[in-house]
């Protein structure tokens, strides 16, 4: 008889605490797509903003050309080796990786359609966060989203934006970032 009160007690103790529990447990609270997108843009617009680096092909040194960003100021006797000087126009709308303002067009043959040279936009832009998937539930508690990392065009001019969108240039990349509970409020953890 003794055991059974002892079982009967730990019972209605084991049951009280599990009530306790459960009545004390709060579910996280959603996170959307939306949301998420806005927690990643404002950490993209904390980071300082940055120029674009644009790989300009021999297409690109072509339109360059036309857009008077830069003119040929010496050929080489191989017919396929020239320097281009940047022009005041070109020195306000971009920067060379290597400093200066000639670039040392230099292929390895005249076929050459690989060679190319990278230059940077004077225009300063944040990244930016789009199309977010809806958030995947994690192992771990936390919440995962995969999204599109762009780079911004916003204020680079029409030439140097259709250098840009040549083949050869990436201007976005998939990313992912991991959400995690503090406090009872999501906040962005990572991006990878």
């Excluded at 843009?41 to 857009?67: C, E, H, N, W």
């Excluded at 060379?96 to 060679?115: E, K, N, Y």
């Excluded at 140097?160 to 959400?179: C, E, R, V, W, Y």
Aim: net charge negative.
């Amino acid at each position: 008889m003794k055991n059974a009160g002892w079982m009967s007690a730990l019972a209605v103790s084991a049951l009280m605490g599990l009530g306790l529990l459960v009545s004390g447990c709060k579910s996280s609270p959603p996170l959307t797509a939306a949301q998420a997108q806005a927690m990643i843009q404002a950490k993209y617009d904390q980071m300082p903003a940055k120029g674009i680096d644009i790989t300009v092909s021999d297409l690109g040194m072509r339109q360059g050309f036309d857009a008077k960003y830069w003119v040929r100021t010496k050929q080489y006797p191989n017919h396929y080796w020239a320097d281009f000087t940047l022009t005041d126009e070109g020195k306000k709308v971009m920067k060379l990786q290597g400093g200066g303002d000639v670039i040392q067009w230099r292929p390895t043959s005249a076929t050459d359609q690989s060679f190319s040279v990278v230059v940077t936009t004077a225009q300063q832009n944040h990244l930016k966060a789009r199309d977010p998937q809806d958030p995947q539930d994690e192992v771990n508690g936390n919440k995962s989203v995969t999204y599109t990392e762009a780079v911004d065009l916003t204020g680079v001019p029409d030439g140097l934006q259709t250098i840009a969108h040549n083949p050869g240039n990436d201007l976005s990349d998939k990313k992912m970032a991991t959400f995690s509970l503090v406090n009872g409020a999501w906040q962005l953890q990572s991006i990878e």
